[in-house]
């Protein structure tokens, strides 16, 4: 039987599409396995907190591990994966099952692997090109997919997966995202920052999304100042159309569109206790 | 009359500030209670104004329903009242978002037919 079909399912995070890179400079506190599907094929990547384990891909009978896997998943510029959470115990028993002996977890980030020739884990500054929506399979059992997720680093060119000095978003963050964007009435959700979208989910087109989103927040840096009514919660425009609403959200922003039937006092809600969750940590 | 209309909404409970504005920036009439109308707030309520309604037009020109600005104190409401008028509504945000809105609807035509 084929590896991927033995290794256990684990517990699903959320589907994603990104940069391959993007797996790893967002994954140093995870611990599980990213399935990864690229066309008609599938594959997974084993992360513990940062540290790539066992690389795998199957295309039909053709068979691809560790760095033929990886450089595989380097060729794409965005591939589709999924995050699932592992136990110790499915840890453990993946690794049995691909064969890894894995040494006592450390903080820092590496690959288990010999460093390959070319560097595989190179992330460039140029713009990532959008990635398409994902069509939805009939039937399928999937949490929410995002459209885009980049790695907020610039230039670099060392062998290991790099690792920004200040993780963009955890698991947490992908999860909380991931349970907004279920409620009814949200159609798309976006983490971003003056400078780029860190991660959409919602089948919208981001530039234009981010456009209306950067406008609102210049009206509120605007005002902020001039105001003394305490920390900025949300700004909602409201048009015939639906909702669009930005929030800060740690050192980014959140950027919902919704429909018009939204209970936007729900959402508030959730804003404000994201805010207060933020500034507790 | 405008501030007979714009006193049903002060006496919502935590409703500080009604208030309906021209495009240019005139306040043609406001009614408070607890908040001071300065020159700031004068400021901010333009630009919210003038903003959204810019930022609504990007989007396909899209007519502008409502504006909500959420801060942990204080909240502000903005709806078209007509062409080049606007009301917006300044509210503690422990306000019922739900009864001014449906005020601010409710009223529309009364407040426009004073303007």
Sequence with gaps: MPMIELIPDGKSIGWMQAPPQWIFTHTVRFIGVVRVVIKDGEGFILIRKGKTLFYYFRHGRIELKGHAALDYFNSQSTIEFNLCKYTPEEFAQALKICNVEDQVPDNTAGSALPAPDKSPFAVVSTPFPEPAPVAE??????????????????????????????????????????????????????????????????????????????????????????????????????????????????????????????????????????QQDGEHV | MLKEILNKFLIIKDVLAAVVIEENGEIIESIKSGIVIDKNLEDVISTVMLDSKTTAAHLGNAALSMVFVEYSDNFLILGPLAEEFFLIIIAKNSVNIGQITYEMKKNQDAIVSCL
């Excluded at chain 1, 060119?157 to 978003?169: A, G, N, S, Y």
Aim: hydrophobic letters at 40%.
């Design chain 1, 137 to 274: 399979e009939p039937g399928a059992q999937r949490v929410p997919r995002p459209v885009v997720a980049r790695p907020k680093t610039s230039v670099h060119t060392e062998r290991d997966p790099v690792i920004p000095p200040q993780i963009i978003l955890d698991e947490k963050d992908i999860r909380i995202i991931g349970q907004i964007k279920k409620l009814n009435g949200i159609v798309a959700i976006s983490v971003f920052d003056e400078e780029q979208n860190i991660i959409l989910m919602g089948d919208v087109e981001i530039e234009p999304l981010l456009k209306i989103a950067r406008s609102l927040l210049s009206t509120t840096d605007k005002i902020t100042p001039l105001l003394e009514w305490g920390s900025f919660v949300h700004m909602t425009l409201q048009i015939p159309e639906g909702n669009i609403i930005i929030a800060p959200y740690n050192d980014y922003y959140l950027c919902l569109l919704t429909t018009r039937t939204i209970n936007i006092g729900h959402i508030r809600r959730i804003l404000r206790d994201l």
